[in-house]
């Protein structure tokens, strides 16, 4: 798009130079003095009563400051949307790793001593794992008070009962007669497993109260706004007594919504007056922390001879472990967009959130839709085959369009879906490879759909005396370069140089309110806010010079670090001059403020049952196509190339959009073949980068990434989220390519090179 001077630009991230010399520093370099190690106690049961909890022999041990139990803190529960969880459990556990208790001591290696001295007495209980059968009538209640916790939306009906933590239902049209009037139904059941988020840097956090009783926490979170105000109701501390500050973030995917550490490490700081840090090993990360529900999907599907969609009925089932988390939200979510992205006159879905003894599962890029879609595009392909069309044209015959509802009765608010895929399959030669098939090489493609946008920002501008700019938004950067784009967004509005803009982010004292770097938000949420109050200080400053120049409002222009009249080069006043005019002459400092609230499309609340989480402000479309080489005799898939068309709006940095889109390939790669974290009766079994196999620089294919800008009308210069799409179609394109390559279609998450030998061999009758 032209006419424009810094959006738009392939800039490096602000903090690239400080990142790479070691200068950034993060939560885990953080040191103070007098600082205390804290560690925490975890459940060796994955059910069980505690009949006792003995810390008198670690109370004894020289250096140890402070111990903690359920007896020292609030009874107070918390959850994202229902409120079943404490800090420490509370007379039973519920899954092996729930913390019992924590000690603070002079070092780490005293702190993990005095863990083995304290002694808890269990009474183990029955546990359940498998979803389906915690559903039963006759499973064991994991939470017998479920009935009675609060929710946090008091919109919510929630659908609960037994081990249902919640549930979604919605239908459109008649599915049975849908089913009847096809000449093809196709069912499938498709299995995603447990998947950990894999951020570099563990959770990770530093507490320390001042004179006046005000408790700092800095913390390896995308969200410090929500985790003050967390903190504040579950240790009953008023927010203005709670500092949160996020330093450099190493990475979050989801999993960082809130620090794991911060309850913990303020209430032993409290205890013992001195600063506490908690950072979590790697194995107690993977306990610890809240990796992607396993989901099981089952989809039913009924098409005409000629491809045309005619009914669906999604059902998909949802672990979420011992406690609720993001469960609920996520399900509604994948609820939500489980029918795909497709035109189907009768549809019905069904989504449930189950506990089980299991690890709490919780926020993961792409939250809760990478199941379902990986689950409704293998089984675009499967239909594709069966009625012998090209997968290309069985999705474009499909295809929603603007003003096509979902399934929840939004309006779709664009349509860039098929400018993705006419992009991806051109760039992958789609038509050429599909004709010149060679042994043990396929071609495969998926499309995705999915959210921008969530809850409000807000922004505070300053127009320093030297006529620079200062500027405070709440968002934290993660490592996706949102600093950067937000910069751009406000220098191309105020018409000044990157260099002239100085961020201050992620700070609950100095900073206004952000939601949290979550659900794609950052570049259209946080990035509306940033260009309101860019243009509010504009307005100012508008108002200002027109009276010195005798000229109206409406003929200003600000460009090149002046504000004059359009047209008239001659006749504009410096930024530093006004600067300083309104300081000392002129109706005092400008300060331009700026805040954003999502615009959310009605739903047909008639239909849906259940908790919807949220309703979508803007959606981003993407077309994958992976190109795979499967050796026959080990199993082993190879990823050769992976063409990604990504609709984002407006690339406010191209550069960075790339990044985002190849690191979510990289994840949706691991999703795809070589990522699951393995568990036995509750215990995780590869809790280490040794097992737990991610992809790497050294396995990653030939990415070409495609960027689509459709302009999005409510997004910043048209702009919108790209930071969750990039994972979702993966999995299945690669899924696709290898049914290309062998004429095996595997089901279930990760595609192994043991599974792809099974089902050789079943092919082959042997």
Request: aromatic fraction near 8%; charged fraction near 25%; proline fraction near 5%.
């Amino acid at each position: 798009m032209s006419g424009y001077s810094v959006i738009g630009r392939r800039l490096p991230k602000e903090d690239a130079i400080s990142k790479a010399t070691g200068e950034a520093k993060y939560t885990v370099d953080l040191s103070f003095k007098g600082m205390l190690w804290g560690k925490i106690l975890r459940s060796k049961y994955p059910h069980a009563k505690i009949l006792n909890i003995d810390t008198t022999k670690a109370e004894r041990l020289p250096g140890v400051k402070a111990i903690i139990t359920a007896r020292d803190v609030p009874d107070i529960k918390y959850g994202y949307a229902l409120r079943d969880q404490t800090i420490f459990a509370r007379e039973k556990v519920r899954h092996l790793g729930e913390p019992v208790a924590a000690v603070a001591a002079i070092d780490e290696e005293t702190a993990r001593e005095a863990l083995a001295l304290i002694k808890v007495e269990y009474e183990e209980l029955q546990a359940i794992f498998d979803p389906e059968e915690a559903m039963q009538p006759t499973a064991p209640l994991i939470h017998e008070g479920i009935t009675t916790y609060e929710t946090e939306y008091p919109f919510w009906k929630p659908i609960r009962g037994g081990n249902l933590c919640s549930a979604n239902r919605v239908h459109v049209g008649d599915v049975e007669k849908g089913f009847k009037d096809s000449d093809f139904v196709f069912e499938d059941t498709f299995k995603t497993p447990m998947v950990y988020q894999s951020y570099l840097e563990p959770h990770c956090s530093v507490a320390s109260f001042d004179s006046s009783g005000k408790v700092t926490v800095w913390a390896s979170t995308a969200a410090p706004f929500y985790s003050q105000n967390r903190l504040s109701k579950i240790l009953k501390i008023p927010m203005n007594k709670i500092r949160v500050i996020a330093p450099h973030v190493g990475g979050s995917h989801g999993g960082k919504s809130f620090d794991l550490n911060s309850p913990f490490c303020v209430l032993l700081s409290r205890k013992t007056n001195r600063p506490v840090k908690i950072l979590l090993s790697r194995e107690e990360d993977f306990i610890a922390g809240t990796p992607r529900h396993p989901c099981t999907i089952e989809l039913k599907t009924g098409v005409k001879k000629d491809g045309r969609l005619v009914a669906r009925h999604a059902k998909l089932v949802y672990d979420t472990g011992a406690y609720a988390d993001w469960g609920p939200g996520l399900t509604a979510q994948g609820f939500s967009f489980a029918p795909g992205p497709y035109k189907i006159p009768n549809i019905k879905v069904e989504a449930f959130c189950v506990y089980t003894n299991n690890t709490v599962a919780g926020s993961f890029r792409g939250w809760g839709c990478p199941q379902p879609t990986f689950a409704y595009e293998s089984q675009m392909d499967i239909i594709a085959a069966k009625l012998g069309m090209d997968p290309l044209e069985l999705r474009l015959k499909n295809l929603q369009e603007k003003g096509d509802l979902m399934v929840i009765g939004q309006e779709i608010p664009s349509d860039g879906l098929k400018e993705t895929l006419l992009k991806a399959t051109k760039e992958a030669d789609w038509k050429g490879k599909k004709k010149e098939k060679q042994i043990r090489r396929g071609i495969g493609m998926a499309c995705m759909f999915y959210s921008s946008g969530y809850s409000s920002s807000s922004c505070f501008v300053k127009l320093n005396e030297d006529g620079t700019i200062g500027v405070s938004v709440g968002a934290t950067d993660i490592g996706q370069g949102s600093t950067t784009a937000l910069a751009q967004i406000l220098a191309e509005e105020l018409g000044v140089s990157l260099e002239d803009i100085s961020m201050v982010t992620a700070d609950t004292d100095t900073t206004p309110w952000d939601y949290g770097t979550i659900g794609s938000r950052c570049v259209y949420i946080v990035g509306n806010a940033v260009k309101t109050a860019a243009v509010d200080m504009k307005n100012q400053l508008f108002q200002m010079a027109a009276g010195m120049l005798e000229a109206r409002v409406e003929d200003m222009e600000a460009k090149g670090g002046m504000v004059g009249v359009k047209g008239s080069p001659e006749r504009a006043i410096p930024l530093v001059q006004l600067a300083i005019l309104s300081r000392y002459v002129m109706g005092g400092p400008i300060i331009g403020r700026g805040s954003y609230m999502e615009n959310v499309r009605p739903v047909d609340t008639e239909k849906v049952e259940g908790f919807l989480f949220n309703t979508f402000p803007a959606l981003v479309y993407a077309t994958q196509v992976a190109e795979v080489e499967v050796d026959a005799e080990t199993g082993k898939v190879k990823v050769l190339n992976l063409t990604a068309a990504h609709d984002c709006g407006y690339a406010i940095n191209p550069m960075s959009v790339e990044g985002q889109i190849e690191g979510g390939v990289s994840i949706g790669l691991g999703f795809a073949l070589s990522e699951e974290v393995l568990l036995e009766r509750g215990r995780i079994t590869n809790p280490n980068f040794m097992q737990y196999k991610i992809f790497s620089a050294l396995d990653m294919p030939k990415i070409d990434s495609l960027i689509v800008e459709v302009h999005e009308a409510t997004g910043p210069f048209g702009a919108k989220g790209i930071g969750e799409p990039g994972l979702l179609p993966t999995a299945p394109a690669v899924a696709n390519a290898i049914y290309d390559a062998l004429g095996v279609r595997i089901k279930t998450l990760p595609i192994t090179p043991d599974k792809v030998l099974k089902a050789l061999k079943e092919k082959s009758g042997r």
